[in-house]
């Protein structure tokens, strides 16, 4: 567990988690589901929490959803247990927004929301946060949601190994979100820029994820470089099956 946030002890290790909210609906959109998802999050009290297909606005929901928060929804899943949060919007559209969020116990020093679309209607981004851990002089989060297309998701490591490589050989990252990669391919790319993925160096495999009622596809992913896996874990336990179509992961990591 982290060391709590007093006198700036040093923090030797983070707890991770990532979650695909899917906009804070159950599979196929059959129910808006934001409060239970924000208490299963809250009930895994991670030190970071990378949320994929989260919802700055939308005002059709709001009008039709008598519980709809007045704060966007990666600000009501903080709520009073994540002091920090940054919002990378990727998708806009006439009825609201949505993107990445990372939300954070330790101090977001600053941010910034890269635009990775390659073409058409789908829109990406890499959500990259500089973080304030104590007596860990530089830690890195990135929240990522690839694409659907084996060739836009190609160029999107590319890109993300480009801002990898950009950063100092010695800062210390952590990158987690919905990859798409059904095919198996982005880890044998990401091990270039040094990453090594949670599941793969615990089990052997990636996790399975998706669809979170009888998960087949390792969709979701945590890499790391410059920290140590310790515990990886898929939360596939109820109330997680029903809260999106994606199963999240948990992993503790050594910094």
């Not at 928060?69 to 903080?78: D, H, I, K, R, S």
């Not at 044998?188 to 993925?197: D, K, S």
């Amino acid at each position: 567990m982290s060391q709590p946030l007093n006198g700036g002890q040093r923090v030797e290790s983070l707890h991770l988690l990532t979650v695909n909210t899917h906009k804070g609906f159950t599979a196929l959109n059959r129910r808006f589901i934001l409060h239970e998802l924000r208490e299963a999050v809250r009930d895994v009290s991670a030190d970071l929490v990378f949320l994929q297909e989260v919802l700055g606005t939308h005002e059709r929901h709001a009008r039709r959803h008598r519980n709809w928060p007045e704060t966007p929804q990666y600000e009501f899943l903080a709520d009073s247990m994540w002091g920090d949060f940054a919002y990378g919007r990727n998708a806009v559209y006439p009825d609201g927004d949505h993107g990445n969020a990372v939300l954070s116990k330790y101090p977001i020093q600053r941010y910034d929301n890269l635009d990775i679309s390659v073409t058409g209607p789908e829109r990406r981004g890499l959500l990259h946060c500089e973080l304030e851990v104590p007596g860990q002089p530089q830690v890195h989060a990135i929240c990522v949601h690839l694409g659907l297309l084996e060739s836009h998701r190609q160029k999107q490591l590319g890109l993300l190994c480009e801002l990898i490589d950009s950063l100092p050989a010695e800062a210390r990252i952590l990158v987690a979100g919905d990859f798409n990669d059904w095919r198996l391919r982005a880890s044998a790319y990401l091990r270039r820029c040094g990453l090594v993925e949670v599941f793969e160096h615990s089990h052997g495999r990636c996790a399975r994820t998706f669809p979170a009622r009888l998960p087949l596809l390792r969709l979701d992913r945590i890499y790391l470089r410059n920290a140590t896996p310790q515990v990886a874990r898929v939360l596939s336990h109820t109330p997680w099956p029903h809260l999106s179509d994606h199963l999240p992961l948990a992993a503790e990591v050594r910094l």
